[in-house]
C-alpha cells in the first residue's frame, strides 16, 4: 500500500487536502478512512485508476497483520474491529 500515488486530488467541500501525485502511505490511508474517505483514485501500472478498497482488497497485507501490534490497546482493538466490521459490508 506504500508508495501509491493520488491520480485526482482528494477534496472535501473547496479544501484540497492532498493534491494530484501526492505518494500515500498506509498510515495515511486509515487516516483517509477514518474520515470517511473510503474511495480515491491512485495511478497504476497499467495506466488505469482503481480505488483505495480495490487496492486494500487485492493487498497481501491482511487488516490483522496492520493491526497486529496494537491489539493489546484497547482503543485501537476497538478501531481494529470496527475496521474489520465495515471491511465486511
Known amino acids: ?6 491520480a485526482e486530488p482528494i477534496i472535501i467541500g473547496q479544501v484540497v487536502l492532498l493534491n494530484k501525485g501526492f505518494v500515500l ?3 495515511l490511508i486509515m ?3 477514518s474520515r470517511d474517505i ?6 497504476s ?12 482488497n487485492q ?3 491482511s487488516l490483522d497483520e496492520v493491526f ?22
Do not use: A, C
Not at 500500500?1 to 493520488?6: A, I, P, T
Not at 473510503?38 to 495511478?43: A, L, Q, T, V
Not at 501500472?45 to 486494500?56: G, P, R, T, W
Not at 501490534?69 to 471491511?87: A, C, F, G, S
Open 59 to 61: 493487498s497481501q497485507l
Open 68 to 89: 497486529s501490534d496494537v491489539l493489546k490497546n484497547p482503543i485501537m482493538h476497538l478501531i481494529y474491529e470496527v475496521t474489520r466490521d465495515y471491511l465486511r459490508k
Open 38 to 43: 473510503h474511495s480515491i483514485m491512485i495511478e
Open 25 to 27: 502511505r498506509k498510515s
Open 31 to 33: 487516516r483517509l478512512q
Open 45 to 56: 501500472e497499467e495506466e488505469e485508476n482503481i480505488s483505495v478498497v480495490e487496492q486494500f
Open 1 to 6: 500500500m506504500d508508495g501509491m500515488v493520488l
